[in-house]
């Protein structure tokens, strides 16, 4: 298909496969996927806002709004044990994703995972910014308040990386979800407290997610000393500069990450870590359009230009994306178990579209 028609079927396919409610599904044929995250659904959200679809954008931040309007009892105990340092068991946290109509996911599944707190409340701000409806501060504001609570008072907590991986570690990708929320909220709402603590995330990132002058992938406490986890990078590390702007696209950290990335992870599309073995760790549109935009904003346009065909490449008949392909597989010898255990990779994955819908806009 040309790009203009894979635009246009983006768009439908995630118009189609939001639920009536406004949530979007993260993948319409993969059972595992048949939930909505805060995390995926905001950026899905986001990419609408950009093409135009506010409408769309504006219906999924009511499904947030109705989802946590009713959690202020929860978080108030959450809030109640941390203040004084009681035990909390992973399980009492929020979940990461809810059932489409807004109820609780109660599977197993790694459900403490706070990138989706941060990004709902940054992507909400960019609605704004772009409909100039400042009416749903006030009729979201019982949601919204719990987030910023919650994100305040926990954001420096283990928890599982937006990958639904690696509980016991701090991710500098999810601090820099909830940076991009407190940011963008204290500056729309002229709040020095938000503004102040996001500055507090944006150098504890600089201070000890750093190692030989690029990003880590993951860093952790011992002996009252942060220091890295995983000393390798992992391509959502891009997230830090674009779009939550903890460092920009040309800081050398920044530079020397992206070069690591390429040098690690990049074949014609981007993996997501050195050690990734879901579905053998192949290659994801979603990151590979993350790389496009990052060298869109680095003057790098035919390098952008090239990641946008690539992705616009492993388009179905019907213009559908996957999550990812297995051209180059880093463990080929797993693939197979998990086709076994789930079948093929999702696909079609809303978030591979509303990617490339950004990347595209950016483009154009």
């Known amino acids: 298909m040309e790009l203009e028609q894979l635009v246009n079927v983006s768009k439908e396919i995630i118009k189609l496969n939001q639920h009536p409610s406004g949530g979007y599904v993260a993948s319409p044929l993969f059972p595992p996927y048949s939930y909505s995250w805060l995390r995926d659904g905001t950026f899905i959200a986001n990419a609408m806002d950009r093409v135009g679809e506010t409408k769309s954008a504006e219906q999924f931040y009511r499904w947030v709004y109705r989802v946590l309007k009713d959690k202020r009892p929860r978080v108030s105990e959450l809030l109640r044990k941390h203040e004084n340092r009681e035990w909390i068991d992973r399980s009492e946290f929020l979940g990461t994703r809810y ?78 979800c909830l940076y991009g929320g407190l940011k963008a909220l204290g500056e729309l709402e002229a709040r020095p407290d938000l503004i102040e603590r996001a500055e507090l995330i944006q150098h504890f990132i600089h201070t000890h997610a750093v190692h030989e002058g690029r990003f880590v992938k993951s860093i952790h406490c011992i002996n009252e000393v942060w220091q890295p986890a995983h000393y390798g990078v992992d391509a959502s590390l891009m997230w830090l500069a674009l779009p939550f702007g903890v460092c920009e696209p040309n800081d050398p950290r920044m530079l020397r990450t992206v070069q690591t990335i390429e040098e690690e992870l990049k074949h014609g599309g981007i993996q997501r870590y050195m050690e990734d073995t879901y579905y053998g760790g192949g290659e994801w549109l979603l990151l590979t359009a993350w790389y496009g935009w990052m060298q869109a904003e680095l003057g790098n346009q035919a390098e952008a230009e090239r990641s946008l065909a690539w992705i616009a490449s492993k388009a179905d008949d019907l213009g559908r994306f996957p999550e990812q392909v297995d051209d180059h597989l880093r463990e080929p010898d797993v693939y197979a178990e998990w086709i076994a255990r789930h079948g093929q990779p999702a696909h079609p994955l809303l978030w591979s579209h509303a990617m490339f819908l950004v990347l595209s806009d950016r483009l154009s």
């Open 99 to 176: 059932q489409l109509d807004g109820r609780d996911d109660h599977s197993e599944w790694g459900h403490f995972q706070l990138d989706g707190y941060g990004t709902w409340i940054w992507g909400l701000a960019e609605h704004i910014r772009i409909t100039g409806d400042s009416s749903l501060l006030e009729e979201f504001r019982e949601s919204i308040e719990l987030t910023v609570d919650y994100i305040m008072a926990f954001w420096h907590y283990p928890n599982f990386d937006c990958w639904e991986e690696y509980p016991d570690y701090v991710h500098p990708a999810t601090l820099a």
